[in-house]
Each structure stands twice: as C-alpha cells, then as structure tokens.
C-alpha cells in the first residue's frame, strides 16, 4: 500500500505491460506524499513486455482496477479480429506469458467501478471496452449513461478534460502539473497513459485525485524507455511498437 498522510488517489490508465514506466510512476507518488489508493483504468497488459510483473505489482498495493480490452484480449474474452496486426501479435505474446492467478485477476476485473462522485471505466461509460472519448460530441451523448458527477476514462492514452454543462461539453486537454479544480459541472478526465503516451510527450501520464482539496493534478514522469524497448526487442514484440515508445505516439 502507499502510504498518504490525506485522502489522496492515483490515477493511472493503460500500463500496458510497462514494467519500467509503471514503477518509475509508482516512485513518483510516493515522492508526492502517497496515495491512499490507486484507481486503474485499465490496459494493464498488452503491447509492452512485462505483463505479469505489471499485474504483480499492482496486486500489490491498496487498488481498484476496471477491465481494459487489451486485459479481455489476453485472456481469450475479446476476439482480436478487430485489433491491428501488431496489437494482436503482441495480445497472442501476452497471453502465453501470463500466470494461472494472472488470468483469474484479469477475469475478475468489472467494467465499471463506482466511487463517491466517480464513475470509472475504460474507455466510455456507454461501450467500456472501446469507445474513445476524442472529441466534445462523444462526450456528449455519454453524459445519459452515468450517474455520478464525474467521469474518468482511458483507452485514448491522451491527457484530457470535458468540461459539460447541461448537455454542452468542451474538449481540452491537460498539461503537465494543470490543476483541475472539481466543482458543480461534469466532468470526464482522462489521465494519459503510464505505459504507452499517445499525445506527443513520451513521458508516462498519471494523476492525482486530493479528495480533501477537490483537485485532480495531472503529472508527467520521464522514465528509461530505451530499457523498456531493449526488453520488448529481446522478446521479438512487433517493431513498430517499440519505436512509438521514444515519440509518445
């Protein structure tokens, strides 16, 4: 468990099997004064090289975690058919190198948690395992589909904000150390990816929830991809996603 003196949360989304990026993120929280527990979106597997120390550790602390589509790919309850030629080579890798007690964990993990005032899922509340919150729209005719005040979601792999009121939402996105500050609209907030950046910064993406203040702060944390993608190498994962690593795309 991380320890926290207040009642603090992390973040995180889309680990993606990144062993390296995922601890360096962990290390970050404690440095920040701790977390009293950590919300995952999801993703935790897939695409990177280290899918049951990812699932190890994150077993090992204080943690709620909704089920991602990579999770659902690895374990057989998703047909990859729809996934591109390098994401499905790298779920079929996946699949083989997981535990007995891995695949269980990944079966167990629900689509959506409930949290006071939070909805959490991975990527809309209206299709959990693949819709994408890219744009206002979207946003929009997602509002129906939850109850809470706030919604935080993954899959994108980019840092953003949906600022809605009554049926309006405004698209933004969220930059290193920004503060959102929670208040009467609603809100969905995605928090970047731990271990796959897709918005142009290749550092890992997590964020922090201050109950106490009613602030959500997203952070960036810069972590040794070359030994991350020396590991993906080493077990034959598909070129391209290990060159993605280095330009956060």
């Given at each position: 468990?991380?320890?926290?003196k207040g009642?603090?949360?992390?973040?995180l989304a889309d680990?993606?099997?990144?062993l390296t990026?995922f601890?360096?993120?962990?290390?970050?929280i404690?440095w920040?004064?701790?977390?009293?527990?950590i919300w995952c979106?999801?993703d935790i597997v897939?695409y990177g090289?280290d899918?049951h120390g990812?699932i190890?550790l994150?077993r090992r602390h204080n943690?709620?975690c909704?089920a991602?589509?990579h999770?659902?790919?690895a374990i057989?309850k998703m047909?990859?058919?729809d996934f591109?030629?390098?994401?499905a080579?790298?779920?079929?890798w996946?699949?083989?190198?997981l535990?007995p007690?891995?695949?269980s964990y990944?079966?167990?993990?629900p689509?959506?948690?409930e949290?006071?005032?939070f909805?959490?899922?991975h990527?809309?509340p209206?299709?959990?395992?693949?819709?994408?919150?890219f744009?206002?729209?979207?946003?929009?005719?997602?509002?129906?589909?939850?109850?809470?005040?706030?919604?935080?979601?993954g899959?994108?792999h980019?840092?953003s904000l949906f600022?809605?009121?009554?049926?309006s939402c405004?698209?933004?996105?969220?930059?290193?150390?920004?503060?959102?500050v929670l208040g009467?609209?609603?809100?969905?907030?995605?928090?970047?990816?731990?271990?796959?950046?897709?918005?142009g910064d290749p550092?890992?993406?997590?964020?922090l929830y201050?109950?106490?203040?009613?602030?959500?702060t997203l952070?960036r944390?810069?972590?040794?991809?070359?030994a991350?993608?020396?590991?993906?190498?080493?077990h034959?994962?598909?070129g391209?996603?290990i060159?993605r690593?280095?330009y956060?795309f």
């Amino acid at each position: 468990m991380l320890y926290s003196k207040g009642m603090k949360y992390a973040i995180l989304a889309d680990i993606h099997a990144n062993l390296t990026a995922f601890q360096v993120v962990l290390d970050d929280i404690i440095w920040r004064g701790g977390a009293e527990e950590i919300w995952c979106l999801g993703d935790i597997v897939g695409y990177g090289p280290d899918p049951h120390g990812c699932i190890e550790l994150l077993r090992r602390h204080n943690h709620v975690c909704v089920a991602g589509n990579h999770d659902w790919a690895a374990i057989g309850k998703m047909d990859t058919s729809d996934f591109n030629p390098e994401a499905a080579a790298a779920a079929r890798w996946t699949a083989g190198k997981l535990t007995p007690e891995d695949i269980s964990y990944l079966e167990s993990l629900p689509l959506t948690i409930e949290k006071p005032y939070f909805t959490l899922v991975h990527g809309s509340p209206r299709d959990p395992m693949w819709e994408y919150l890219f744009y206002a729209d979207v946003a929009e005719q997602n509002l129906a589909h939850f109850k809470s005040r706030y919604c935080i979601v993954g899959h994108s792999h980019v840092p953003s904000l949906f600022e809605c009121e009554k049926e309006s939402c405004l698209a933004k996105k969220l930059l290193p150390d920004e503060e959102v500050v929670l208040g009467e609209k609603r809100l969905f907030i995605n928090p970047g990816g731990v271990g796959q950046p897709r918005d142009g910064d290749p550092r890992a993406s997590y964020a922090l929830y201050d109950s106490d203040a009613g602030m959500i702060t997203l952070h960036r944390v810069s972590y040794d991809i070359k030994a991350t993608q020396a590991r993906m190498a080493e077990h034959g994962l598909p070129g391209r996603l290990i060159d993605r690593l280095a330009y956060g795309f």
